[in-house]
């Protein structure tokens, strides 16, 4: 077993926002599908994008890389069809692999298997299981977990799809359906959750000459016989990453952000406006995004539309004075663990006072935390989330697992060591 040990440290200094995951998923794939070369700027090899970059290898794309400082340009040859050459794709632990892979997989009508690791291998598919047995798209699975089979071809037409479960069923066909003959469209049966994440698909699509009309998210209108075109992209700044800093500079001390875009898509640019509501101190100067010291306080947040932000929310919250409640969280259940379950149980252990309900959480917020041995529930962003808690802590934090921060962000403690954090490996 794998374990840092973090002695407490106020944290301070600048930081380089790593690219966004989310962004880096839905370019590699868009220059994949187009014809011609693409050149995608700012990627990190984190394990879910290398995931990606291996699966989008196996429909005939080719690929090159150019180092540049921590990240990498990726070139990206895109053939403009599917040319299926490996049969079996392993989607490691990424759930966005997945399920954007698969719609792609049933465009020609061959076998093609999805295999994972981890939580990944139960993490519910249903909704595109639905989905194939109205389209009459064979799929076989073992008792409803991976490897999962599926041979297409997929049809244009309508697609009724569940909003509230992930969003990403309905990227995965807002990849494909516009390359079909004929027209399609979405129907969302439910109120769409993490909006913002659709945004960012269809802002993406348009980069690479996908147009499709969004009907106030209840409905995707899409003409068909669509074809991509090849671009040159650079993705932003992860603000699910900043968050774990700027949480950072409220509990520490000054905390500058660099490379985000401040009129950014991405539904948890919102950890901006939540600090703040928890009268946490940050400013905005040039491209950068600085929090300080603050006294920050409870309240009630609601995380329907950032779901990934709950982990440090609850950190911030324990240090918090009064009381915060996370409602509208009963998704993270189904996340790389039951995140809901691990946070709580988590910096309990150090401490804190965080109590568990079906679909949220209640944290009684403490001045300090005591320190201790936790676990990451081999997941990235409980182990960040626990790596921060540790600021304000009176005994060094041992976070047990850690190493799975590589699914999103392996240089995280790195820069937690920047920013003056002291680590013992």
């Given at each position: 077993?794998?374990?840092?040990?973090?002695?407490?440290?106020?944290?301070k200094?600048?930081?380089?926002?790593?690219?966004?995951?989310?962004?880096?998923?839905r370019?590699i794939?868009?220059?994949?599908?187009?014809?011609?070369?693409?050149?995608?700027?700012?990627?990190?090899f984190?394990?879910?994008i290398?995931?990606?970059?291996?699966?989008?290898?196996?429909?005939?794309?080719?690929?090159?890389?150019?180092?540049?400082?921590?990240?990498?340009?990726?070139?990206?040859?895109?053939?403009?069809?599917?040319?299926?050459?490996?049969?079996?794709?392993?989607?490691?632990?990424?759930g966005?692999?997945?399920?954007?892979?698969?719609?792609?997989?049933?465009?020609?009508?061959?076998?093609?298997?999805?295999?994972?690791?981890?939580?990944?291998?139960?993490?519910?598919?249903?909704?595109?299981?639905?989905?194939?047995?109205?389209?009459?798209?064979?799929?076989?699975?073992?008792?409803?977990?991976?490897?999962?089979?599926?041979?297409?071809?997929?049809?244009?037409?309508?697609?009724?799809?569940?909003?509230?479960?992930?969003?990403?069923?309905?990227?995965g066909?807002?990849?494909?359906?516009?390359?079909?003959?004929?027209?399609?469209?979405i129907?969302?049966?439910?109120?769409?959750?993490?909006?913002?994440?659709?945004?960012?698909?269809?802002?993406?699509?348009?980069?690479?000459?996908?147009?499709?009309?969004?009907?106030?998210?209840?409905?995707?209108?899409?003409?068909?016989?669509?074809?991509?075109?090849?671009?040159?992209?650079?993705?932003?700044?992860?603000?699910?990453?900043?968050?774990?800093?700027?949480t950072?500079?409220?509990?520490?001390?000054?905390?500058?952000?660099?490379?985000?875009?401040?009129?950014?898509?991405?539904?948890?640019?919102?950890?901006?406006?939540?600090?703040?509501a928890?009268?946490?101190?940050?400013?905005?100067?040039?491209?950068?995004?600085?929090?300080?010291?603050?006294?920050?306080?409870?309240?009630?947040?609601?995380?329907?539309?950032?779901?990934?932000?709950?982990?440090?929310?609850?950190?911030?919250?324990?240090?918090?004075?009064?009381?915060?409640r996370?409602?509208?969280?009963?998704?993270?259940?189904?996340?790389?663990?039951?995140?809901?379950?691990?946070?709580?149980?988590?910096?309990?252990?150090?401490?804190?006072?965080v109590?568990?309900?079906?679909?949220?959480?209640?944290?009684?917020?403490?001045?300090?935390?005591?320190?201790?041995?936790?676990?990451?529930?081999?997941?990235?962003?409980?182990?960040?989330?626990?790596?921060?808690?540790?600021?304000?802590?009176?005994?060094?934090?041992?976070?047990?697992?850690?190493?799975?921060?590589?699914?999103?962000?392996?240089?995280?403690?790195?820069?937690?060591?920047e920013?003056?954090?002291?680590?013992?490996?």
């Amino acid at each position: 077993m794998n374990s840092i040990k973090i002695i407490p440290r106020k944290l301070k200094g600048v930081v380089d926002i790593p690219p966004s995951k989310s962004i880096s998923h839905r370019a590699i794939i868009c220059a994949g599908l187009s014809e011609g070369k693409s050149i995608i700027e700012n990627i990190i090899f984190s394990d879910d994008i290398s995931a990606t970059i291996e699966g989008i290898k196996s429909f005939g794309v080719d690929l090159e890389f150019k180092k540049a400082k921590e990240t990498y340009d990726v070139l990206v040859n895109g053939k403009g069809k599917v040319n299926l050459i490996n049969d079996i794709i392993d989607c490691r632990e990424s759930g966005s692999t997945l399920r954007f892979l698969i719609p792609i997989a049933l465009m020609q009508n061959k076998e093609v298997t999805f295999v994972g690791r981890g939580k990944l291998c139960e993490r519910p598919l249903d909704v595109y299981y639905k989905l194939f047995k109205q389209k009459g798209i064979e799929f076989r699975n073992e008792n409803g977990r991976l490897p999962l089979k599926v041979k297409g071809p997929i049809m244009s037409g309508t697609y009724e799809v569940e909003g509230n479960i992930s969003s990403q069923f309905i990227t995965g066909l807002l990849f494909v359906l516009p390359l079909l003959d004929g027209d399609s469209k979405i129907i969302i049966t439910t109120n769409l959750e993490s909006k913002g994440y659709v945004d960012l698909t269809l802002d993406v699509l348009k980069s690479f000459g996908i147009e499709i009309v969004n009907d106030n998210y209840r409905q995707f209108l899409i003409k068909g016989n669509q074809r991509y075109k090849a671009t040159h992209f650079k993705v932003e700044g992860d603000y699910s990453q900043a968050a774990f800093w700027l949480t950072a500079g409220v509990l520490g001390e000054e905390v500058v952000c660099r490379n985000l875009n401040l009129n950014s898509l991405q539904g948890d640019r919102v950890i901006i406006d939540i600090i703040k509501a928890m009268g946490g101190n940050i400013t905005i100067e040039g491209q950068s995004l600085i929090s300080n010291t603050s006294n920050s306080k409870g309240i009630v947040v609601d995380v329907s539309q950032c779901p990934d932000l709950t982990p440090i929310i609850t950190v911030l919250a324990a240090l918090s004075n009064g009381t915060t409640r996370i409602v509208n969280a009963r998704r993270l259940r189904i996340k790389e663990s039951d995140r809901l379950k691990a946070i709580a149980t988590e910096l309990n252990k150090l401490g804190a006072e965080v109590l568990e309900f079906e679909d949220g959480l209640v944290i009684n917020g403490k001045e300090m935390l005591d320190g201790g041995i936790v676990d990451s529930w081999n997941d990235h962003r409980i182990a960040m989330a626990l790596a921060i808690a540790s600021i304000r802590c009176k005994k060094p934090v041992i976070i047990q697992n850690y190493d799975c921060v590589k699914k999103s962000y392996p240089n995280f403690f790195e820069h937690f060591k920047e920013l003056g954090g002291e680590v013992y490996e």
